[in-house]
């Protein structure tokens, strides 16, 4: 990718890395209209302003926000669903290929280039897949607001990559031309298999119909914040009154009680206290 390209995702993804991964408007938005289709279409992902979100978002809000922005650079970013054992479609993030790389297809010597435009027609992964030799993860959702170089599987690539993010590290596997890995560790605790992508990805219908469901998971009883400091590399996670703190030195994990539930997860999460208490009024219905 050219510096100039790089840039523009760089400064993109950083602007986006100060938005909180929250489900409190989604829920809101969820009682508001009665229905899932109706507060997805409530979403704030449609303003490019972030600054004027009435809270933070999802995986679905966050990676759909990207999308549309990208789109509207000239990139062509791919949207992708992740899978975690046995619960498909669960989470979602982007493929972005390298606008100015090359291609490659299966049983072709890496070296050899293909003009894209020639491969245009063809299918994103599976059998006769056009593979970029260059493409990047952008995974918002999982708090990772680097682009992440995708390894290409063997025998065309080394079939993994390592990322020494923090606090959370990150390693990509590649088993295979349809699927890809993500696995994430720190403070010496061992990696764990979080998500599988299948890379081909998925149409916007088929996205949004994902993002739907998800009003209706498990995970909408309950707050769930998640936020990144990458300043100072600490990451917030409060899921069940219960607050996670993870830097360089590991994780620690607080009860928070509910008499300073409220500005506690304000000032961490960066939320209005209205918010807040205006979501735990609908959960505790």
């Not at 994780?251 to 000032?267: A, C, G, P, Y």
């Amino acid at each position: 990718m050219t510096p100039e390209n790089m840039k523009k995702v760089v400064d993109l993804c950083n602007q986006v890395s100060n938005i909180t991964y929250e489900n409190l408007t989604k829920i809101i938005r969820l009682e508001q209209t009665g229905s899932a289709t109706g507060a997805r279409k409530l979403d704030d992902s449609d303003q490019n302003d972030i600054d004027s979100w009435m809270g933070g978002g999802t995986c679905f809000s966050m990676t759909w926000h990207l999308y549309q922005t990208l789109t509207d650079m000239g990139f062509k970013p791919r949207l992708v669903m992740g899978h975690k054992r046995k619960e498909r479609n669960i989470h979602c993030a982007l493929i972005l290929p390298d606008p100015d790389d090359s291609f490659v297809t299966p049983g072709q010597p890496f070296s050899a280039n293909v003009s894209p435009a020639s491969m245009s027609s063809q299918p994103c992964a599976g059998t006769g897949a056009v593979l970029s030799s260059n493409s990047f993860l952008l995974d918002p959702g999982y708090l990772i607001f680097d682009p992440l170089q995708m390894p290409l599987p063997q025998p065309f690539g080394t079939g993994e990559a390592f990322f020494p993010l923090s606090p959370n590290c990150v390693r990509l596997v590649r088993p295979t031309l349809e699927s890809m890995e993500l696995w994430t560790g720190g403070a010496g605790a061992p990696m764990k298999l979080r998500f599988e992508y299948p890379v081909e990805g998925v149409s916007v219908e088929e996205f949004k119909h994902h993002w739907n469901e998800s009003f209706y998971r498990e995970m909408m009883t309950y707050p769930v914040l998640n936020r990144l400091d990458r300043e100072r590399g600490v990451q917030y996670y409060y899921q069940k009154g219960n607050l996670v703190t993870r830097d360089a030195n590991g994780s620690r994990m607080e009860k928070i009680e509910d008499s300073v539930r409220v500005e506690t997860l304000s000032r961490i999460f960066d939320l209005k206290p209205e918010l807040i208490e205006r979501a735990l009024r609908i959960l505790n219905k």
